[in-house]
């Protein structure tokens, strides 16, 4: 059972495969957090709570002279604004009458079979095969009607646990909510570290590890997407721990939207974390008899350092968070148009192109932005989705069919939620737009923003999508999202629900993907925001993969994809063989190179096929065979990261291994050329002592290649390039 409660049903403890999770209601009915870590004997932790007479730190009523009772210093499960805790929060709530007061305390729990999911929320779910429960705790305030539902979501195979909170006013008088993280999860031992990532745009999810320290240590977003500069996904491990060794815990919000992610230390060296919605320009009106969900946060506890996190994670992500035919279907190769004409295209030029591309063994062609209203450059036509057919020549449903002719598939770009001013659809509706009432809105990419939090504004702009998709075959779509959220006010809501505009608009958004999806399950839908500005897991719930960043250069993509690997799996990181000198930062990389960095990916080209050579194209045709040959090692394997790109000085390295440990894939790209380079070699991970495999046409044991290494050739030209394939005799 992955639930186990104790007789008197005071004590709930949650088990995985390898983790361990445990909650106490205690004499005054606050839920108090008892164990997180690696599973062993049920017990009641709650032997490990010490408590002490602290001064400065309140004593509940109810505890009468206890003077060692305290919510400010006891590992609580969901912390409240004003009952005398004075960390930081996971719920804050303003009543009608300006209080703002909140004592939570159990009233009932419920045991539930399988995994529950939030209605217009993304969430993980079980297949199939999966072991799931769900354990929902109710808490009320004992003077206000305010009812707290703390879900847990217990994915023992999955080695996973879920959490989500809904709040009801069952009072009858409406209820402000301020602040409702998705998750609180107070450690009171041990020294930690707090590993978030961090970038921006052309740069994303790159790691930064620093001690958690006294006070509150935090990123997030309130750019109204995930963004690039701070993912919804951190983690908290010992000092000490590894790539392969050591404990640490995993955080991911399945949330697109403004987040916030706080590690805090406390005066007694305790350490809190929250993670959900940020409370910063949020506030929730319920009325009475309304509810709102938190969105939900996927925790993994490993004992063998992040390496055994990260499979967790990409297990989970690719088999029960992300959905639809291409979940596990193999995805196209496809070229995309985007960096070999950006907006300067024809028809017949990208036909030309689809021809080339044809012929390399290419299999899906999307054109990207460009194709509708008068967008010729990046200052008009966002939300006139109507196919410009004086600029292709034809219509789509002919170019398509021409492309679908050549054994292509044929896919396109869009970005429902932008809108440029200079746009038939700006000129009829300039109310459509997310702005603040007599002020001018921010700019971003010349472009505004449609209030997707508007049923209205989302159907017409469905509508127009369908017009379009109905007439053609479309086999592929982009979606993309180019500026971050400003003026966030919406001409729909009244004043006192402004601060619901961030989230609606992220439940917009949810919806409106939803319904496509629905509507054309044979379509692939990709997601993207100027590259990866919105990967995060809310996003993949819908869309089975993400363009990764708008920096196509093989060598910082290096570190861009390893600080992706983290959380996120290979099949959900778009990433293409792009032209040199790169258009980002103009280095030139070996075509090869470019190749096996992209094959960490989903795989595809953007560029120009006729501007290949005949050598290169020859050389691309063998990369589109090899990527097929591996398709399912570098998709479903495991993933092995060999190296940190970003201190490794030599070489970069990781590694694609069956579950089985029957095959391995290792790739290395020299990173940084130097003379005199001393001899490197690579410890295989995910192989199998005691058996032998093949590679290069020699044979080495299991137990060699993982603790001798495989060694790796000197490097004859900068960023030279490598990938070995292992297969068990
Ligand atoms: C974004 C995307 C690019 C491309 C352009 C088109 O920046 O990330 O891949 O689609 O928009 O405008």
Not at 140 to 157: A, P, Q, R
Not at 273 to 294: Q, R, T
Not at 587 to 607: H, I, K, Q, S
Not at 657 to 683: H, I, Q, W, Y
Request: aromatic share 12%; charged share 25%; net charge negative.
């Amino acid at each position: 059972m992955s639930i186990v409660l104790n007789e008197q049903k005071s004590l709930f403890t949650l088990c995985t495969k390898t983790s361990m999770y445990q909650m106490k209601t205690d004499q005054y009915g606050v839920l108090l957090h008892t164990y997180y870590g690696k599973k062993t004997e049920i017990f009641d932790y709650s032997y490990l709570i010490q408590r002490r007479d602290h001064g400065f730190s309140g004593n509940p009523y109810q505890a009468g002279n206890d003077r060692t009772y305290s919510l400010d210093t006891l590992p609580q499960e969901y912390s409240c604004f004003g009952s005398g805790d004075y960390r930081q929060s996971a719920l804050s709530v303003r009543y009608q009458t300006g209080a703002r007061a909140l004592e939570l305390r159990v009233k009932d729990f419920e045991i539930l079979e399988g995994k529950y999911r939030i209605p217009g929320l993304p969430s993980i779910y079980a297949e199939d095969g999966n072991r799931a429960d769900t354990l929902v705790i109710t808490m009320k305030d004992d003077v206000e009607d305010v009812c707290v539902k703390l879900y847990y979501g217990v994915l023992e195979d999955l080695d996973l646990i879920t959490r989500a909170v809904c709040v009801e006013n069952r009072g009858a008088a409406p209820v402000f909510l301020e602040r409702v993280m998705s998750m609180c999860l107070d450690k009171p031992y041990g020294n930690y570290d707090w590993i978030t990532f961090y970038g921006k745009h052309e740069m994303e999810r790159q790691l930064s590890r620093t001690a958690v320290h006294h006070g509150v240590q935090a990123v997030g977003s309130l750019r109204g997407a995930s963004s690039h500069q701070y993912n919804p996904f951190v983690m908290l491990s010992d000092r000490n721990t590894t790539e392969t060794q050591g404990e640490c815990y995993g955080f991911s919000l399945l949330y697109s939207g403004n987040f916030l992610a706080e590690a805090e230390k406390d005066q007694f060296d305790q350490t809190r974390v929250l993670m959900g919605i940020h409370p910063e320009n949020f506030s929730f009106k319920l009325e009475p008899g309304e509810s709102f969900w938190a969105p939900e946060a996927a925790m993994v506890y490993s004992d063998g350092g992040f390496e055994k996190l990260t499979h967790i994670y990409h297990r989970a992500f690719r088999n029960n968070l992300c959905r639809g035919r291409f979940k596990h279907a193999r995805r196209p190769v496809l070229i995309n148009n985007w960096e070999g004409t950006y907006f300067d295209f024809t028809g017949e030029k990208l036909l030309r192109m689809a021809e080339k591309a044809a012929d390399l063994g290419v299999e899906l062609f999307v054109m990207d932005d460009g194709w509708f209203g008068n967008r010729d450059t990046d200052n008009s036509g966002l939300g006139d989705w109507h196919v410009n057919e004086e600029k292709l020549g034809c219509t789509l449903a002919e170019l398509s069919d021409r492309i679908h002719a050549m054994g292509l598939k044929f896919g396109i770009w869009y970005e429902p939620e932008g809108i440029s001013e200079d746009s038939s659809l700006y000129r009829e509706h300039p109310d459509w737009v997310l702005r603040v009432p007599g002020r001018n809105p921010m700019r971003g990419r010349y472009q505004l923003v449609l209030d997707f939090s508007r049923a209205d504004v989302r159907d017409y702009i469905f509508d127009q999508m369908c017009s379009v998709l109905d007439r053609a075959k479309v086999d592929y779509l982009k979606w993309d999202f180019n500026r971050s959220i400003s003026d966030v006010y919406s001409a729909q809501l009244p004043a006192d629900r402004q601060g619901e505009v961030p989230h609606r608009y992220v439940l917009g958004l949810y919806e409106f993907l939803e319904r496509l999806g629905k509507r054309y399950p044979d379509i692939l839908l990709e997601g993207c925001s100027g590259g990866g500005g919105r990967f995060d897991a809310g996003m993949l719930h819908y869309t089975p993969q993400i363009w990764c960043s708008d920096d196509t250069d093989a060598v910082e993509r290096l570190e861009i994809q390893y600080g992706t690997s983290f959380c996120y799996p290979v099949s959900t990181m778009g990433a293409h063989v792009s032209a040199c000198p790169n258009h980002q930062t103009g280095r030139t990389t070996p075509l090869n190179t470019r190749a096996v960095v992209a094959m960490a990916g989903t795989f595809g080209y953007e560029l120009d096929p006729g501007k290949l050579t005949e050598e290169e194209k020859d050389e691309v045709r063998k990369q589109i065979a090899l990527f097929k040959e591996y398709y399912d090692l570098i998709q479903e394997g495991r993933y092995y990261r060999l190296t940190d790109p970003a201190r490794d000085e030599h070489y970069a390295a990781w590694e694609f291994a069956k579950e089985d440990g029957s095959e391995a894939l290792l790739c290395v790209v020299a990173s940084r050329a130097r003379t005199n380079d001393p001899p490197t070699r690579m410890l295989l991970r995910g192989l199998d002592e005691g058996v032998l495999y093949e590679a290069e046409g020699k044979v080495y044991p299991g137990g060699a290649l993982i603790h001798g290494g495989f060694p790796v050739p000197e490097a004859k030209e900068e960023y030279q390039s490598w990938m070995f394939h292992f297969v068990r005799k």
